[in-house]
Nanobody, 128 residues
Framework: QVQLVESGGGSVQTGGSLRLSCSASGFSFADKAHSMAWFRQAPGKGREGVASIFTGGGATYYADSVKGRFTVSLDSVKNTVTLQMDSLKPEDTAVYYC???????????????????WGQGTQVTVSS
């Protein structure tokens, strides 16, 4: 059974940094490549793809709104995906979700319809 557990959310002031982690169980990055992604949902808005990575080759994808500020990476030993968020802005405030899927479709790596498995989410709040 696939499980994704996010951690690392919290509150920070504008310009600060946070590091989110997603621990995956029920499958192994080393055994089979997966697409892993971070999405976010702000109050009253739809879910937005933020960043993703394909564990089979390390290709990464970023939303324009976070390019140059966020970095997605993976640890195949720990079966964990990390989202390093720097230069945070109030508009980054949202619940952040980790997502996974067994397949990689390059044009869909920031599209929630591509991802079968989801974590419960972690709150990120950026104050001005």
């Amino acid at each position: 059974q696939v499980q994704l557990v996010e951690s690392g959310g919290g509150s920070v002031q504008t310009g600060g940094s946070l590091r989110l982690s997603c621990s995956a169980s029920g499958f192994s990055f080393a055994d089979k490549a997966h697409s892993m992604a971070w999405f976010r949902q702000a109050p009253g808005k739809g879910r937005e793809g933020v960043a993703s990575i394909f564990t089979g080759g390390g290709a990464t994808y970023y939303a324009d709104s976070v390019k140059g500020r966020f970095t997605v990476s993976l640890d195949s030993v720990k079966n964990t995906v990390t989202l390093q968020m720097d230069s945070l802005k109030p508009e980054d405030t949202a619940v952040y979700y980790c997502a996974a899927d067994e397949y990689s479709i390059p044009t869909m790596m920031l599209n929630e319809a591509h991802f079968r498995y989801w974590g419960q989410g972690t709150q990120v709040t950026v104050s001005s």
